[in-house]
Nanobody
Framework: EVQLVESGGGLVQAGGSLRLSCAAS????????IGWFRQAPGKEREEISC????????YYVDSVKGRFTISRDNAKNTVYLQMNSLKRGDTAVYYC?????????????????WGQGNQVTVSS
């Protein structure tokens, strides 16, 4: 069974930091890019970051560039999203996802599997 289990969300003040983790199991983790998505209330889900499987190349949406850092620990089958200088606009439910059909490279354009979602709330 494919599983993506997220952890690390919560409530933080603006300017603070959080680190999200996405632990993967049930598939050959090293063969696939992993993406982080978020969905804010009333908005569409968007991919904000991704890390490829082949060369570790990364993708960031403009709104998080310079503040968020994605990384992966292949020994632990885990992808991390370090979020610094958080803003109220970062408040959302965050998901990790994988595309096990075509998905070695970024972006993860057609996710086949999703994590359960993790709430991040940034207060002023």
């Amino acid at each position: 069974e494919v599983q993506l289990v997220e952890s690390g969300g919560g409530l933080v003040q603006a300017g603070g930091s959080l680190r999200l983790s996405c632990a993967a199991s049930g598939f050959t983790y090293n063969d696939y890019a992993i993406g982080w998505f978020r969905q804010a209330p009333g908005k569409e889900r968007e991919e904000i970051s991704c890390i490829s499987s082949s060369d570790g190349s990364t993708y960031y949406v403009d709104s998080v560039k310079g503040r968020f850092t994605i990384s992966r620990d292949n020994a632990k089958n885990t992808v991390y999203l370090q979020m610094n200088s958080l803003k109220r606009g970062d408040t959302a439910v965050y998901y990790c996802a994988v595309d096990r059909t075509f998905g070695a490279r970024c972006p993860v354009s057609g996710p086949t599997d999703w994590g359960q979602g993790n709430q991040v709330t940034v207060s002023s």
